[in-house]
């Protein structure tokens, strides 16, 4: 389940399309729901352009796509002699957990869990019960501010800033950049909102999401069916040239650009001009490093190089669980042994405390 790092596997029932998740998974035969296949399409050629020394070849993908398995949520299918289905996990569009049931025993893995979201449904809806537990824990020893008060202080910061000229939010190309889409879509008149511009991956991922409206919440389906569902993509500018960038950027207008953490695309472009920007969640460098105040130099895709500036807010909106929302996931499963992946070094113990067991990368566990 989930081909992150590990190239020795043959087949691949995939979560979701992060690539910590999927960037082993080309040239394997691969379970995955449709939007998680669309979504990691995109990523993957992405990667190999990035990094050509990937262990698989761009002409993979397509291979790899025309020979996988489609799953929807709630239909068991057979691997060998497991019988597998997934279930909604609430962190992506497409996202799922893995039930496998075998001679009797279900093992449940979560892949990355979910919380409230704008676009997808919650996977407190149904959660499957099993006997072992494989789940994340990114949030088990974190508290995080509210969701609420976090997009508050965007709503706020955004209706004082855009007044005096264009704002980046940078982030996540896959799940962050289409939640900030909806919620500057719901606040547009109180914020000041005239444009909103959506970078690279940013935009072709937002694309799969109004593509694949069955797999977002209730109430989109609903106001699709209705015919009054109005597409993130017309809400938004994918511009094609720096020509209609550089016009479109003035007060009221709202940038929203990969990547979340300024390790490269166009966010780095717009940070370059000066513009104000906010950075959504947990980042990694060169961002960590701005955000402990250091001016750090970056270079944008168009090979410019300069000095960026720390941001001008930080908000801890994250697509993962909560530890309350992680904490009740598990009881809900009524799991009697449960074993924890993708969390912090520092956890380990304090998980351990709670009568949980850690997993390290590449350990085989036997059920
Ligand atoms: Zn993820
Ligand atoms: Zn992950």
Redesign the pocket.
């Known amino acids: 389940m989930d081909a ?1 790092v590990e190239p020795g596997v043959d087949k691949v029932i995939l979560t ?1 399309a ?1 690539l ?2 999927s960037l082993m998974a080309p040239g394997k035969e691969v379970y995955a729901t449709l939007p998680t296949l669309a979504l990691a399409k995109e990523l993957w050629l992405d990667a190999k352009s990035l990094n050509p020394d990937l262990p698989w070849e761009a002409t993979d993908v397509q291979k790899t796509l025309n020979s996988s398995f489609r799953v929807p949520y709630g239909r068991p299918f057979k691997v060998g002699d497991a019988t597998v289905t997934l279930f909604n996990a609430g962190h992506v569009l497409g996202s799922a957990m893995v039930l496998v049931e075998c001679e009797g025993k279900r093992l449940l893995y979560t ?2 869990l979910g919380t409230s979201s704008f676009l997808l449904d919650h996977w407190s809806k149904e959660v499957p019960q099993a006997d072992v537990l494989v789940t ?1 824990s ?1 949030y088990l020893c974190k508290d995080r501010p509210s969701a609420k008060k976090e997009w508050s202080r965007l709503l706020y910061f955004l209706k004082q800033r855009l007044r005096e000229g264009p704002v980046l939010i940078a982030a996540n190309a896959v799940g962050k950049v289409q939640e900030v889409i909806k919620f500057l879509m719901n606040y547009k008149e109180q914020i000041g909102l005239n444009a909103v511009i959506v970078e690279g991956m940013g935009f072709r991922a937002t694309k799969i999401y109004d593509e694949m409206i069955e797999y977002l919440k209730e109430s989109e389906v609903t106001a699709w069916l209705n015919g009054n569902r109005r597409r993130l993509t017309d809400f938004v500018t994918f511009p094609s040239s720096l020509r209609e960038r550089l016009d479109m950027a003035r007060p009221g207008t709202a940038v929203v650009a990969p990547s979340g953490s300024l390790s490269g695309g166009m966010s780095v472009w717009w940070a370059l001009k000066g513009v104000p920007y906010v950075l959504l969640g947990h980042v990694f460098e060169p961002a960590s490093s701005l955000l402990a105040g250091g001016e750090v130099t970056l270079k944008d895709p168009l090979g410019n190089e300069g000095v960026v500036r720390p941001p001008e807010l930080h908000l801890q909106i994250s697509r ?1 669980a909560t530890r309350q929302e992680l904490l009740q996931f598990i009881s809900l499963t009524k799991a009697k042994e449960v074993y924890l992946v ?1 969390g912090d070094e520092e956890c380990r113990s304090e998980a351990e405390r709670m009568g949980f067991h850690n997993l390290k990368d590449g350990e085989e566990l036997t059920f």
């Open positions: 992150g979701h992060h910590d998740h892949g990355d994340e990114s993962h993708h």
